[in-house]
């Protein structure tokens, strides 16, 4: 799995087993009702485009080597 779309979910967090996606490269959580993205999203190294709307910059944004492109929609 290298994409994953939740924008405009009603989603309200991210499931643990999520942050075990080894190969994900794109995220948008943009519009969704995520109001905190916790630490473990540092997990996700390939990780490399995220949308989101809130928080506007995470604090796992730090720890993510291969983001090259970060849209915040804050």
Known sequence: LK???LGGSKLQRLPSS???LPK???LDLSGSEIIEVPQA???L???QNL???QPCAPAAIGTLKALTT???RC
């Open 3 to 5: 994409t994953v779309s």
């Open 18 to 20: 999520f942050y075990r």
């Open 24 to 26: 994900l490269e794109s």
């Open 41 to 43: 999203l540092g997990q």
């Open 45 to 47: 190294q390939s990780l």
């Open 51 to 53: 949308t989101i709307s």
């Open 70 to 72: 970060l849209i915040s």
